[in-house]
């Protein structure tokens, strides 16, 4: 019995952290896809989306409507980061975009100490804080939240990328940039929006882990990089991927942690990465990239 | 057979380097300071790093965000060969230098046989790993708390307690590392990394192993890194783990994207920018007015970034070569060819 | 349809096409012919803005393309199908050719879908891989996906960079047919690049010769197929490649 | 000018680590001492001179404190320098101080600073924070007090919870204390629930939770979320409205060990350092809206250490300084606690420096 | 004699059989020419001999060799070197470069001999050189041997991967589509060249789809459609051949 609420509380820790790698992943893999770009400042929009949010709900605003703010504040910011350093850097390679969007980062946890100070901040939790109890384990809502709305942003983007057309013009432009313009698509204006958009869902992660480990200016970073693990995981080009990988890391960091020891965790969630894809080159869940000589 | 026009990139990078070697041995009596020599200790040491680097990266074209576990991997055997057990300090550099070439033989040859992005991550892992082990092991490393005490440099009698004489030697092994660097990407095995580079497929169509030569290029940045990481460990004497984060691989790349990773140059040119950059935004942000912390040179060194690469994608020294090798001889061709009709 | 004047397009520093003039009128087929690296491809790349011209004008029913993004410039009702394919590798048969009415598909779904029939029914190969991912179809067959990809453009001008690459000789002479018949029915203007200059030729109206990035000949197009020096330069006997 | 080291101009270098991870210790420290720069300027210096203040920050990064600690001592020529925020910038820049012989005054805590095992010299290095040879005793006897012997010990997995962890290893057996558990835990954790779920299985009596603010504040929140009640000690990490704050609810009843800048105006009035500590509270919330930190407490102490000591020394002869800086300090009362520096203990801090202060009603109150 | 046999190979790509049971071998010192539609699993009889994928079933000898299933580098090493159809250049790297890089298997400097420029690595690096210079003005190439292969027009792209090719002197070599992008009297002249090379007994196994050229230099031709082989022969043979005329060639043989 112990072990089995051991074991189910291990699976809700992971759950749940997993669920906030994945919204920036679904950004992470989003970008990528529309761009072209690696983008290692995608983890500080969830940063953006946290700290807005606490500030702006500290100043009296109602939660739902900070959120709501924040949101629509870091998707202009993610606008404005596409067009001031992706889309005039859109011919570099991937090395060269991979530093812009790294300078950005520092751009942005520069201006966070300015703004928010180094100190962490904290947030209410959106449903009160009661653990539910299943089996000794415990469930906190705020872990409801994080998986129910990761799973519904999923939902979202699965459908937009596979079954409308507009997705699939998206989805061209990655493909064969020169081509996707002599069809009419304008690469410039879907990747403004996709950008945007990843954003927007950074942020949400953001607002999302902030009542549960509190909100700093440099909280950007790790989640940034294990959204980027994630996302290459899923083989960066499809975003249910990208959420499989995303849960997978969760839970691995999750039952190392529970059985081995944490300094050894994120050593221990390599090693298993790095062995499953030497099995599997592509990524677990990688699709057929159609490429042929 | 008139080979001017093809020895010529080489050529250049030879006068460069016979320049640099000349600017080396003047400069201790040029400046002010003591402490622009130890700036420039940490430059040749970051600049031998990134040498290394930009064969990796620039020529065989495989991004790593791992290179500051090889870094430590050649501190901590000087500091634990040389500090632990009081054996020569050199010992510690071979040492270093044999590690980094197993484990980049262990990493490489499971990591080759990934595409693209996932050599990034898998030395991105790999650089936790090797973090971890530093962290943890500390009975051999003493852990985070740090290793202090590390003896510093000696061989052949002469002990290196002064900046003057780390500087001498750090430039030295730079200097000789771009004259190696020079040789091998103009020959047999530097086109081989090249076309690696521009088409696997190709590459192994003309018989080219992929996984060898792939292999030969991390070994050499491996090398390249250890070797910088020792001698950055009998420097500074006192190194500890965070030193060799994932974060400190990240500049590396940095320092080897603004440089240009496509030139000879890229990786000595990056590690000037970037520590002077830091350095000199350290006195200049306070006197553009904001004094509060450190964050606006977090700003200003992320938006320069930002901006040197928008307007140089290629680095500082990829677009300058470029100018220098392509744009005359393409002139020529131009004027020169005969009609059809 | 369009006229071009005095345009010139460079790559970086280098003038590539030197202020050519030409026209292509309604419903006419227009070839040009021109050794490797005359700059033919460079010329359709200019008029579709993909590179940006350095000097001259590209008029279209009182409108100027010269300065416009690609994107406007197939808006306008100008196509290219370019050299090398540029398929969408990713994306299935039936994806890329409807991508190919991306600037009109929103507007006229249902005519799209007649025109996707269409193209099925011009090449029955594509029909029976429709949902086979692009990359990995034969060079040929690709070559198909990317023709009729350009024909679901329903462009007023339709410019062909070597459609013939890769194709079996039976496809070719199945495109030439395409080409006049969408010529004869829908009154498409065409300019043609080809390296089969026969073919080409015996389709076209008119056609002229690039070389070194001007214009040195041009005229009818059975004059051309005619003319001594098309003869010896691209048709005739070969000369032995020692010269 | 002041290459001489005998202009009229007072040059203190101070490398922080005002940003990067440390910065949440760092920021207040470098803010601490430019306040009483220029507080001690605007009364007219000492003795006339004025104090030049030239700080860095480190970014928390070792190679940029070794570098601005050159550029202090080597360009700008100072008479001493304050800093180190982090323990691992300090050891890097020690060598230096000591060969260029500039008194070095370290505000990080660890034990090698002042008094390394290898026995290195450490001549020109003072410190002015309680390291954990201070802290770790105090919250032994803590527990002992309340007969809590076997207990769990969560650390942070870096220098600040290593080095308390190998100092708790050291002494717990002579205070006859027992951990059942031992664990560390990342500064980026976020859950720690699946971790806890074993400590909770060992049964201790109560747990310890060594680390600072952010993290300690999530380990202490998922401790009572999984249903354990046993009473948690944190370190003098956590010491700011902030976990309290992140913290919330759980935070109550929290006990820990801290200097007494956090329940000043709890002290009785025949305390000795009650006026200085109500008067940097004042005059910090005045200049920078917020309170201070017993890390800002620590630069505190050591700007004001050095300031008597260039009075006493009648100048900014580094040997001077250092002497006087050694010699002359018996008693000093700073916001830390009460210095008694000398030859053979370079801190001078005694456990009697703490208190065991808990978190009751989203405050500090005395627990002793 | 025999140079290359292959025998009852198939590929199966998930479901499509792209190639299906073809056999033939190839004579040393010949031109042989592989044809059929679109689609018809010629490349990928390239692919299976050069080693990029495995056969699902069948065996491919050389010299009475097995090569199947070796990598494609050492495919090369055995002596057969290709082309691709759509070009896979070192688009960065000079015209020169891309050829110097082709006599790989020639040479045999490592890092170290590199790396300190001893004199055998700089006597092998002229050595290539002067080869690669000969051969650029062979093809009429020597103009942009300095010029980045990924500038060049796409006709002369081709013959940079031809050369690139050739130049190592393979048992043989196979060319997808040589002429695709050259005008009728370049295609001529890369004829001319690949008979001459022919004279000097190299062998060649090409994929085309210009029937003239392909008629004038092939010594025999295979015809595949649909993955299967249904004719093989000499030029004349096939010209006739009914089945070939109605799936391939159409009754007009050139246009
Ligand atoms: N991206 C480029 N950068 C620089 N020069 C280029 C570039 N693309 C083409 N060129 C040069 O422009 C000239 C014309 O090239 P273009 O591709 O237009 O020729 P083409 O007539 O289409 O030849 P082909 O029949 O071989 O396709 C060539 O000399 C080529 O080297
Ligand atoms: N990697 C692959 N995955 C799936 N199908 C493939 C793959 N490669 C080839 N095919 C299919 O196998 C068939 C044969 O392709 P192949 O490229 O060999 O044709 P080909 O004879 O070279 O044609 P072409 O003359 O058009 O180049 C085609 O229908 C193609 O779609
Ligand atoms: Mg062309
Ligand atoms: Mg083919």
Same mark, same amino acid.
């Given at each position: ?36 770009v ?25 939660l ?13 910011v ?15 390679? %991937? ?18 100490i ?15 804080n ?8 415990v469930l906190?809502?705020q ?6 709305i ?9 459908y ?8 699939k ?8 940039r ?46 940034g ?6 996302? %290459? ?34 050593? %221990? ?25 | ?9 080489y ?44 064969v ?89 708390n740090?290793?202090f005490?590390i ?37 047999r ?12 497929s190709?590459?192994?169509s003309i ?14 940045s ?31 790349l ?24 830091v ?20 700003v ?8 040197l ?19 005359s ?13 | 349809?369009?006229?071009?004047? &005095?345009?010139?397009v ?15 009128g ?10 490797? +690296? ?10 579709a ?22 994107v ?19 994306l ?5 050719l409807? /991508? +190919? ?14 025109? /996707? ?30 023709? +009729?990809r +350009?024909?679901?453009?329903?462009p007023?001008l339709?410019? /062909? ?6 194709l ?5 002479r199945?495109?030439? &047919? ?8 829908t ?8 390296? &089969? ?6 389709? $076209? ?12 000949l041009e005229?009818?197009?059975? $004059? /051309?197929?005619?003319?001594? $020096? ?14 | 000018?002041?290459?001489s ?47 030049k @203040? ?20 080597e360009q ?16 890097a ?20 600073i ?33 007969? @809590?012997t ?26 006859g204390?027992?951990?059942?558990v ?32 952010q ?51 709890q ?32 630069s ?5 250490l ?42 001078g @801090?005694?456990?009697?420096? @703490?208190v ?13 | ?32 020419a ?16 050069t ?43 000079t ?22 420029r ?13 080869k690669?210079?000969?051969w ?34 393979p ?5 997808? !589509?040589?002429?695709?992008?050259l005008?009728?009297?370049?295609? !001529? ?15 060649f ?26 004719? !093989? ?10 089945t ?12």
């Amino acid at each position: 019995m112990e072990s089995l609420s051991q074991l189910m509380q291990l699976l809700f820790s992971g759950l749940t952290i997993g669920s906030i790698y994945a919204l920036i992943a679904i950004g992470f893999v989003i970008t990528y896809n529309i761009t072209g770009v690696l983008n290692f400042a995608q983890g500080e929009f969830a940063m953006l989306g946290a700290l807005l949010t606490i500030s702006m709900s500290s100043a009296g605003l109602p939660l739902y409507l900070a959120v709501i703010v924040a949101i629509l504040i870091v998707m202009m910011v993610g606008g404005l980061f596409e067009r001031a350093a992706i889309y005039p850097a859109r011919k570099s390679s %991937v090395a060269t975009l991979i530093i812009i969007t790294i300078g950005v980062s520092f751009v942005f946890r520069g201006a966070a100490i300015f703004i928010w100070g180094t100190q962490p901040h904290s947030l209410t939790p959106f449903s009160g804080n009661t653990p539910i109890r299943i089996f000794e384990a415990v469930l906190l809502p705020q872990s409801l939240w994080a998986v129910g709305i990761s799973l519904a942003a999923l939902a979202g983007m699965y459908y937009f990328f596979n079954k409308t057309y507009t997705g699939k013009a998206v989805t061209a432009c990655v493909m064969n940039r020169f081509a996707a313009q002599l069809m009419g698509i304008k690469p410039e204006k879907m990747s403004f929006l996709s950008i945007s958009l990843s954003a927007g869902l950074g942020a949400l992660a953001g607002i999302i882990i902030a009542p549960i480990s509190g909100a700093s200016y440099q909280m950007g970073l790790m989640l940034g990089m294990k959204a980027f693990i994630a996302a %290459v995981i899923g083989g960066l080009t499809n975003a249910p991927a990208a959420v499989l990988g995303a849960f997978l890391i969760g839970i691995i960091e999750a039952f190392s942690e529970g059985y081995l020891s944490s300094g050894y965790k994120d050593a %221990v969630s390599f090693a298993v990465l790095l062995l499953v894809l030497f099995f599997m080159p592509n990524g677990l869940f990688s699709k057929k990239s159609g490429k042929r000589v | 057979m008139d080979t001017k026009k093809f020895t010529r990139s080489y050529k250049l990078n030879l006068y460069g380097i016979a320049l640099l070697l000349f600017a080396v041995i003047i400069f201790p009596f040029l400046v002010p300071s003591n402490y622009f020599i130890s700036m420039f200790i940490l430059i040749g040491l970051y600049g031998i790093v990134c040498t290394g680097l930009v064969v990796l990266m620039g020529h065989t074209g495989q991004i790593s965000l791992g290179h500051a576990a090889f870094y430590g991997i050649g501190a901590y055997s000087s500091a634990i060969v040389s500090g632990k057990y009081d054996l020569p300090p050199l010992m510690g550099v071979i040492t270093g230098i044999l590690i980094a070439c197993i484990v980049a033989l262990l990493i490489g040859i499971p990591s080759f046989k990934l595409k693209e992005h996932y050599l990034a991550l898998a030395t991105l892992g790999f650089g936790v790993i090797v973090f971890t082990f530093l962290k943890e092991w500390t009975s051999l490393t003493g852990g985070l708390n740090g290793f202090f005490g590390i003896p510093p440099f000696e061989v052949a009698g002469f002990t290196f307690t002064n900046d003057l004489s780390y500087y001498f030697i750090v430039w030295a092994i730079l200097v000789i590392g771009l004259w190696f660097v020079n040789n091998l990407i103009h020959s047999r095995t530097g086109r081989a990394l090249k076309s690696i580079h521009g088409s696997e497929s190709a590459a192994e169509s003309i018989g080219i192993n992929l996984m060898t030569f792939k292999l030969k290029a991390l070994i050499i940045s491996a090398v390249f890194a250890s070797v910088a990481g020792s001698f950055y460990a009998h420097y500074i004497s006192f190194i500890n783990p965070q030193l060799f984060e994932v974060m400190t691989s990240i500049v590396f790349l940095i320092m080897v994207v603004i440089g240009g990773s496509s030139s000879l140059w890229g990786g000595l040119a990056g590690a000037i920018i970037y520590v002077w950059l830091v350095e000199l935004l350290k006195d200049w942000v306070p006197l553009l007015g904001f004094s509060t912390g450190g964050e606006f040179e977090i700003v200003f060194f992320g938006v320069l970034l930002v901006v040197l690469l928008i307007f140089k994608p290629k680095g500082l020294m990829g677009s300058w070569m470029e100018k220098k090798l392509f744009l005359s001889q393409k002139k020529n061709v131009q004027n020169k060819k005969g009609a059809a009709l | 349809m369009i006229s071009v004047h &005095n345009l010139s397009v460079n790559h970086g520093h280098l003038k590539i096409i030197k202020e050519i003039s030409f026209s292509v009128g309604k419903g006419e087929i227009v070839s040009i012919v021109g050794a490797n +690296g005359a700059g033919k491809s460079t010329l359709l790349g200019g008029i579709a803005g993909i590179y940006s011209p350095a000097a001259g004008s590209i008029q279209m029913e009182d409108e100027e393309l010269a300065k416009k993004s690609p994107v406007d410039i197939v808006r306008k009702g100008v196509t290219l199908v370019p050299e090398r394919r540029q398929i969408f590798d990713g994306l299935t048969v039936e994806d890329n050719l409807i /991508l +190919g009415s991306y600037h009109r598909y929103s507007k006229e779904k249902k005519q799209c879908l007649q025109d /996707l029939e269409m193209v099925y029914a011009y090449f029955p190969k594509l029909a029976a891989m429709k949902s086979r991912l692009g990359g990995l179809l034969s060079g040929g067959e690709q070559q198909m996906l990317a023709i +009729g990809r +350009g024909l679901m453009a329903k462009p007023k001008l339709l410019m /062909l960079d070597e459609p013939s690459l890769g194709l079996a000789p039976l496809i070719v002479r199945e495109i030439m &047919n395409i080409l006049v018949q969408l010529r004869n029915i829908t009154s498409t203007s065409i300019l043609l690049v080809e390296q &089969n200059i026969k073919a080409a030729l015996s389709i $076209s109206d008119r056609g002229f010769v690039l070389e070194r990035g001007s214009i040195v000949l041009e005229g009818e197009a059975k $004059s /051309l197929l005619q003319n001594q $020096s098309i003869k010896d330069a691209y048709l005739g006997a070969s000369p032995s490649l020692q010269e | 000018d002041s290459s001489s080291g005998e202009g009229d101009e007072i040059i203190i270098g101070g490398v922080f680590s005002a940003s990067g991870p440390a910065a949440p210790l760092g920021k207040g420290e470098m803010d601490t001492v430019k306040m009483l720069v220029d507080k001690v300027n605007e009364d007219g210096g000492i003795d006339g001179k004025k104090i030049k @203040l030239i700080s860095y920050d480190d970014k928390s990064d070792q190679n940029e404190a070794v570098l601005s600690m050159k550029k202090l001592i080597e360009q700008e020529k100072v008479h001493a320098v304050i800093g180190g925020t982090i323990s691992g910038n300090t050891l890097a820049m020690i060598p230096l101080a000591e060969k260029s012989e500039i008194p070095f005054i370290s505000l990080a805590a660890s034990k090698q600073i002042h008094n390394p095992d290898d026995k290195s010299s450490r001549k020109w290095i003072f410190k002015t924070a309680q390291g954990d040879d201070v802290v770790i005793p105090k919250v032994l006897q803590y527990l002992k007090d309340e007969g @809590l012997t076997k207990i769990a010990w969560l650390n942070v997995a870096n220098a600040y919870g290593t080095s308390g962890h190998t100092e708790f290893a050291a002494m717990a057996k002579d205070f006859g204390i027992e951990a059942v558990v031992e664990e560390e835990f990342e500064a980026t954790v976020t859950d720690a629930k699946a971790m806890l779920t074993r400590v909770k299985k060992e049964k201790p009596q109560a747990v310890v939770v060594w680390g600072t603010a952010q993290e300690s504040a999530v380990i202490t929140k998922n401790i009572r979320q999984i249903g354990m009640d046993v009473p948690i000690i944190n370190s003098h990490g956590i010491g700011t409205k902030q976990f309290i704050e992140l913290a919330g609810a759980e935070a109550e009843g929290i006990i820990f060990p801290i200097g007494r800048l956090l329940v000043a105006d709890q002290l009785g009035d025949d305390d000795k350092q009650k006026e200085k500590l109500l008067t940097y509270q004042k005059d910090y919330e005045a200049e920078f809206n917020a309170p201070p930190s017993t890390f800002g407490g620590h630069s505190w102490d050591a700007f004001y250490l050095l300031v008597e000591a260039i009075k006493k020394a009648d100048g900014t002869d580094p040997k001077k300084v250092r002497d006087a800086l050694e010699k002359d300090n018996g008693g000093f009362v700073g916001i830390s606690g009460v210095f008694n520096i000398n030859e053979k203990d370079h801190n001078g @801090l005694s456990k009697d420096s @703490l208190v065991m202060v808990k978190i009751k009603d989203g405050g500090w109150v005395i627990n002793e | 004699m025999n140079l290359l046999e292959i025998k009852n190979l198939s590929k199966d790509f998930g479901g499509v059989q792209a190639v299906q049971d073809v056999t033939f071998t190839i004579q040393e010192g010949s031109i042989s020419a592989l044809i059929g539609p679109n689609g018809a699993g010629k490349t990928t009889v390239f692919n299976m001999i050069t080693g990029v994928f495995p056969p699902s079933n069948g065996t491919i000898m050389l010299h009475s060799k097995k090569i199947s299933n070796k990598k494609p580098h050492q495919i090369a090493k055995e002596g057969i070197t290709r082309t691709f159809q759509n070009l896979q250049l070192f688009a960065d790297m000079t015209v020169i470069e891309n050829i110097m890089a082709g006599m790989h298997l020639l040479t045999k400097t490592g890092v170290w001999n590199a790396g300190f420029r001893l004199p055998s690595a700089k006597r092998e690096e002229q050595y290539i050189y002067d080869k690669s210079m000969q051969w650029l003005m062979r093809l009429n190439l020597d103009q942009e041997a300095y010029l980045p292969a990924g500038t060049l027009s796409y006709g002369k792209q081709r013959l940079v991967e031809i050369a690139r090719a050739v130049i190592s002197h393979p048992k043989l070599i196979l060319l997808d !589509e040589p002429m695709a992008g050259l005008n009728h009297n370049e295609s !001529e002249k890369l004829a001319d060249l690949l008979l001459e090379m022919k004279k000097e007994g190299q062998t060649f196994l090409l994929v085309e789809h210009d029937m003239d050229i392909v008629m004038r230099v092939a010594d025999h031709i295979v015809v595949l459609d649909h993955g299967v082989k249904i004719a !093989e022969g000499t030029p004349d043979e096939i010209q006739q051949n009914d089945t070939v005329i109605a799936a391939y060639l159409g009754s007009e043989v050139t246009i």
